[in-house]
Structures are given as C-alpha cells and as structure tokens.
C-alpha cells in the first residue's frame, strides 16, 4: 500500500507520527468511451469557453469567481497558508461515544499506521480508546480541504473514518415524507413477520458484487462470439405489479415464499 498522507496524531500534549493509507477500493470495471462505428478512441481536452482553444495544464489555475464575474486566483502556496499549522496533524479536540454519532455522518475509510518511532504512544493512545469505550472526534486536512472524522478502534489497529460537516448534509423535510402511519396493525405485523425471517447475523464478506461478474461474463462471450442483437422483450416492471395488486396480498406472498 502506498501513503496518501504522513504527519502527526495531536493527543493532548503527546504527538504520534502516523501514515494514513486508504481503507477501501473499487473494483469497478474501466470502459473506454469510443466512437461506434470504427472503435475510434475519444479524447477529451481541456478548451476556453471564450475562443474555444485548447488549454495545457501548464496554463491552469484555480480561480474564486467574485459577484461581478472577476476571479481570485489562488496558488499552492495560498491554499498551504490558509492553514499550515493544521496540514500534518490530526487534531483530536474531543472525545465521545460512537453510538451517539449517527451513520448519515460516517463517510470514508483510513487505516492509522505509526511511525517506527511512535510504537508505544500508538498502543497508548489505542487502548485509552479500547478502555474508555470512545472515540475521539478530530480535524485533519487533506488535498487543501478540511476534513471532520473520528479516530476508532478495530481490531487493534486505530481508523480514521472520515465524517461529514453537519452542514453538509440535506435537510431530509425537504423531500415528501408520509406523516403519521396509515398502515393497519394487520398489515405491520406481516411487516414485521418478514422482518424478522429475513433477519441474519452481519457477516460483510458473504456480499459480493454480482453485477460485475455477470458484466465481466458477458464481455468474455462477447470477445469470443459476436451474436447478433436480438429485441429484447418488454418485462412488466416490479412498480406496474405493485400497483395492480393489493398490499395485503404482496404481504401474504412474501411469507409464503420465505417459508418454501
């Protein structure tokens, strides 16, 4: 594994040097976007909107439009000034229990490796979190963008799951939610009934992608023998189904199918 980030873990007064590495990966399949009839590849360039030539990266630079359509233009440098003292540490300014942050906030995955040198304040910092039970809640920078996340216990090994601002999120009443329950008791108990014989222990690795191994078959027979494109038959979709049949009779079916 490569590094995306090394600096320091600020615990109190104790500073732990650490390198962060990225706590999950893709497996999604790569397609090259080609003209379709002669698999000519595509190329994407970077053009003004104002003469329509072509711009090198060496020409490019980050601009904050202002109100009267002028631009700020901001450097590497700028971005690093904005808060240097902030860009190697991850600052732990608060402890609290993982259960009181819900999971709309949790967003992305790194595994906390130390330094050689900070063996013994990583164990420390790491069983402090095992034996209070918490969490601690910190600030970190990375890319020139400020990040919330809190620092976690797995396994022995300390995560640093990145989090959303709480401005960063919707307000859920924004969409069209139902009110107060119209459903009968008879039908939430079927509910609840196909809850429960649905209901397994989480065991993540038993999840596999299907899609991209049905993708990846296709392609293989494709590359093998091309078949001509037959039309496809028109299936009723599951919503024309749901509309047609009554709830308590989609109810009635999905416990007989659980008990076959």
């Known amino acids: 594994m490569k590094a995306i980030w090394k600096g320091g873990i600020s615990f109190g007064l104790v500073n732990i040097p650490v390198r962060l590495y990225s706590g999950a990966t893709t497996h999604r399949i790569d397609f090259d976007m080609i003209r379709k009839k002669d698999q000519c590849a ?3 360039v970077r053009v ?24 700020i ?18 600052d732990i300014f608060e402890f609290v229990k993982e259960e009181e942050i819900p999971s709309k906030y949790l967003e992305k995955p790194y595994i906390v490796e130390p330094a050689k040198e900070a063996q013994k304040t990583y164990t420390l910092l790491r069983e402090a979190l095992k034996k209070t039970e918490k969490v601690g809640l910190a600030k970190f920078v990375i890319r020139t963008t400020e ?3 809190i620092l976690k216990v797995e ?14 999120l919707r307000d859920p009443h924004e969409a069209k939610i139902p009110g107060k329950s119209t459903v009968s008791k008879k039908e939430l108990d079927m509910a609840i009934s196909i809850v429960d014989q649905l209901t397994e222990k989480f065991e993540p690795e038993k999840y596999k992608d299907t899609y991209k ?3 990846l078959d296709m392609i293989q027979k494709k590359s093998k023998v091309k078949t001509e494109k037959k039309e496809a038959k028109p299936v009723k979709s599951k919503k024309e189904n749901a509309a047609s049949d009554d709830l308590l009779e989609q109810l009635k079916a999905s416990i007989e199918a659980l008990k076959n």
């Not at 003004?48 to 631009?71: L, P």
């Not at 233009?73 to 991850?90: H, M, R, V, W, Y």
């Not at 396994?155 to 960063?168: A, P």
């Open 155 to 168: 396994d022995d090994v300390i995560l640093l799951i990145q989090m959303r601002f709480d401005e960063d």
């Open 147 to 149: 990040h919330l996340g």
């Open 213 to 215: 191994k049905e993708l």
């Open 42 to 44: 595509i190329q994407y």
């Open 73 to 90: 233009i901001l450097d590497k440098a700028d971005f690093a000034k904005a808060a240097p003292e902030k860009t190697q540490t991850i």
């Open 48 to 71: 003004c909107k104002k003469d329509g030539k072509e711009v090198s990266w060496d020409d490019i630079a980050k601009g904050y439009r202002k109100e009267n359509g002028d631009y």
